[in-house]
């Protein structure tokens, strides 16, 4: 049986995950050099999801104004 259409969300899953899927977690790992290649790929420590915070874009916009008033 499906959803009715009004009832999914819009976002999908919007808040943040605690940990990260098993192949995310081995990429990670991998990339910070803990993966060995005769490795299990179960059992895995749980790795935690970083918050990126994302500067605001209004900090550019009021020093271009204060160099160059004219320009709008």
């Known amino acids: 049986m ?3 259409k009004s009832l999914k969300r819009k976002g999908g899953m919007t808040r943040t995950r ?3 899927k098993r192949s995310e977690r081995i990429i990670k790992m ?3 050099g803990k993966w060995k290649d005769d490795q ?3 059992n895995l420590p749980k ?3 970083l918050k990126v915070a994302l500067k605001k874009k209004v900090k550019k916009e009021a020093e271009a104004e204060v160099a160059d008033p004219k320009k709008k």
Do not use: F, L, Q, W
């Open 47 to 49: 790795t935690r999801v």
């Open 2 to 4: 499906s959803m009715d």
């Open 40 to 42: 299990s790929p179960y």
């Open 30 to 32: 991998i990339e910070d």
């Open 18 to 20: 605690c940990v990260m």
